[in-house]
């Protein structure tokens, strides 16, 4: 029968406590001071996020000219701005003070394990955001601004944008990009952990389908087109997600298909110690037999 030690450690909760009023203080206080920073900035920041429209509106030589039919909508939308640049410039910091929380009682593979999730969190999120940026919004702006270009002598349609509008199309589409963005990490930190299996994601397969126009349906506005690429990319990103766990319980099988059996690993061990040791005793007999000759001599 075996006995397992157990070791308790006592645990100072008042200085716990006082980490947690210093990290919370340092968080709003940094959450603070850059939404007065965005607030100062909102005019920068309104065109920055508008400017996929804007440019391609230039490129088809067609001014446009953002409409604000009530009283609070510039205002409104201004708010809308700087919380959503707040919240993403300080989400970093955020986990960076929860990261550094609850590092100290982590073992040291679970310390190499979160900061690859982290880092390949960040990797995933900078990409996206650039490619959202660069290519999918000029895109979606020139498939929403085709439509517009469809006058007949029927029908005159004269674009006019309202400003509110068009943010909160925009801020949707980071969203649902950002949410697309975490989801190969998250299945893959479910597999690695076996929470799930690969099998169980095979099997399941029809039901992500379900998920993904669900997800569509609450991040993107209410247009089909947007829907269906929300629902394309989530659904991409989880096909991509299966395959890379398909293919590592492929390598992870041929490792242990080729792996030696355990007394030829125990052999290998002992024998390279005694290789070691040979080797350490003829380089000390020759040191020996070396300060002998020159004592003769």
Known sequence: MVLLRTYDFPLNWQLIVKECKIRLGWSLFSLSVTWLSCYCFSSELVYLFT???????FQHSYHLIFLCS???EAFHTTMAITLITCMYSCMPLILYQIWCFCIPACFLYQRIRSNACLFESL???VLTMYLTFTYLLPHIGSFLYGFHQTSTVLLQLHLQPKISDSITLIIQILLGVTFCSQIPLVAKQLLSSKIISVSTCIKFRR???LFSVLMAALLSPPDLSCQLITTIATLTCLELAIVYAI????YQ???TLFAPPNGSDILNKSSRKNISSLLANTLSF????????L???
Do not use: M
């Open 123 to 125: 990797i995933w999120f």
């Open 295 to 297: 004592k003769k001599k």
């Open 70 to 72: 009530q009283i609070t």
């Open 286 to 293: 020759l040191a020996k037999l070396n300060t002998i000759v």
């Open 253 to 255: 099988s041929k490792l």
């Open 51 to 57: 400017k996929p429209f804007v440019s391609l509106c």
């Open 247 to 250: 293919f590592c319980y492929v």
């Open 207 to 209: 039901f992500f389908l």
